[in-house]
């Protein structure tokens, strides 16, 4: 898509899954490969300020080896793709630069891939481990009462002091 083709159709809706997987090359070294991948997006063109809106969602699957153990796993996830693209920065500051005459959706889907990918891909990435030698995992207000009945050991001193 190219500058002529978003003044004409101010507003494009794309839907699409993308069945090219092994064309799709991603910059994180724990990525195997690509086995799904979707996308459903809006694009708009913003005449006053020469601006390519895109909004929409991706949806992806990976092969991915966990940073923590080592292991191969699937990683699913959904990313929101709200971003503003120029031709020219000339008018929006703001936005991303389009590379080029050509607007390729494809090359910026793996962009905001590559962008929203955590660095240390695993399995795991949400959840404490619970185990642990002399310490427990507690509510905010658990830990903000224990803190409340501790009693600092600066006052024992300044008690000494003043004894003496």
Known sequence: MNRQYFEKNTHTELTEVINDLESIKLNNVLVK????????????????IETVSVNGVINFTLEAIDSRTGEQFEYTNAIDWNDEYTFSDSINDHANIIVGEEFDVK????????????????????????????????????????????????????????KK
Not at 139 to 151: C, R
């Open 33 to 48: 490969k690509v086995t799904y991948l979707d996308y459903d997006i809006d694009i708009d063109w913003v005449n006053s």
């Open 107 to 162: 090359n910026y889907l793996i962009e905001q891939i590559n962008i929203n990918l955590p660095f240390n891909l695993s399995n795991n990435s949400d959840i404490i481990k619970k185990t642990g030698f002399g310490w427990t995992i507690m509510s905010e207000e658990e830990f903000y009462q224990n803190e409340q009945n501790k009693v600092d050991q600066r006052w024992d001193k300044l008690d000494e002091f003043k």
